[in-house]
């Protein structure tokens, strides 16, 4: 196999352009071709696998762990796991509305299942219609 020119890893959109580039390729071949590689002193390449998957995972904005964010707020990551709080209420965080870029004011329709509950986010339609529905009463 010919030998790589060893570049500076890629990062952000770069590294995952790069990655849909190589999607033939194994990922150990594309964590080379990005950079992500070191050099022996018998000349052999070690691919860096570890941190070639945490630059994946920070490019796509998955966090992880409970690090403050950039912007120095920090805040619980996503578990997908909740509790009812003492209080009688279920609480769900704002990693989760960030997800799906919910802004305030959004509304949701809830049903209740036996054992499930179920939020449907309300479309401008459905609000005019509802809006409608409650003037012609």
């Known amino acids: 196999m010919a030998k790589l020119k060893k570049i500076e890893p890629l990062v952000g959109e770069d590294l995952l352009k790069k990655v ?3 999607e033939n390729l194994s990922k150990e071949e594309k964590a ?3 950079g992500y590689y070191t050099v022996t002193k018998n000349g052999i ?3 860096n696998m570890m941190k070639f998957l945490n630059a994946l995972i920070d490019a796509e904005g998955i966090q992880l762990d409970s690090a403050p964010s950039a912007n120095g707020r920090g805040g619980r990551s996503a578990s997908y796991r909740i509790s009812v709080q003492s209080n009688g209420n279920l ?3 704002s990693a989760y509305t960030k997800q799906m870029n919910l802004k305030p004011g959004d509304e949701f329709i809830i049903t209740l299942g ?3 509950i179920r939020l449907r986010q309300i479309d401008s339609d459905e609000r005019e219609d509802a809006e409608l529905a409650e003037a012609a009463v």
């Open 20 to 22: 849909k580039e190589l």
């Open 32 to 34: 080379k071709q990005c």
């Open 45 to 47: 390449e070690r691919v």
């Open 91 to 93: 609480l769900i965080g």
């Open 114 to 116: 036996k054992k499930h």
